[in-house]
Nanobody
Framework: VQLVESGGGLVQAGGSLRLSCAASGSIGSIDNMGWFRQTPPRKERELVASIDNSGRTYYANSVKGRFAISRDNALNTVYLQMNSLKSEDTAMYYC??????????????WGQGTQVTVSS
């Protein structure tokens, strides 16, 4: 499975961006897809939002009410609509996917990342 993100960029605080993640390969093996973000110098990636094959979603408290994750199974694409952006949302955003067989909750696949920078 390959994941390719797009849609990052520079935006002013209060603005919006939409990230896209296109999946290719063995798509049928994928269940949950989501977005993580990483802000140097932190090494760990924070789960921002996720969505499973049934459409059930999860959001980090820090983005609830501002971000919305969606999935187009026909296009094998997951989106992250980010509104009311804050400077603390600045990070590298990574798309991730878990296989149906995953039993540890850690992503099996990662995209290359797309940078989001919010200027105050």
């Amino acid at each position: 499975v390959q994941l390719v993100e797009s849609g990052g960029g520079l935006v002013q605080a209060g603005g919006s961006l939409r990230l896209s993640c296109a999946a290719s390969g063995s798509i049928g093996s994928i269940d949950n897809m989501g977005w993580f973000r990483q802000t140097p110098p932190r090494k760990e990636r924070e789960l921002v939002a996720s969505i499973d094959n049934s459409g059930r979603t999860y959001y980090a408290n820090s983005v609830k009410g501002r971000f919305a994750i969606s999935r187009d199974n026909a296009l094998n694409t997951v989106y992250l609509q980010m509104n009311s952006l804050k400077s603390e949302d600045t990070a590298m955003y990574y798309c991730a996917a878990l296989r149906l067989s995953n039993n540890n909750g850690r992503p099996d696949y990662w995209g290359q990342g797309t940078q989001v920078t919010v200027s105050s």
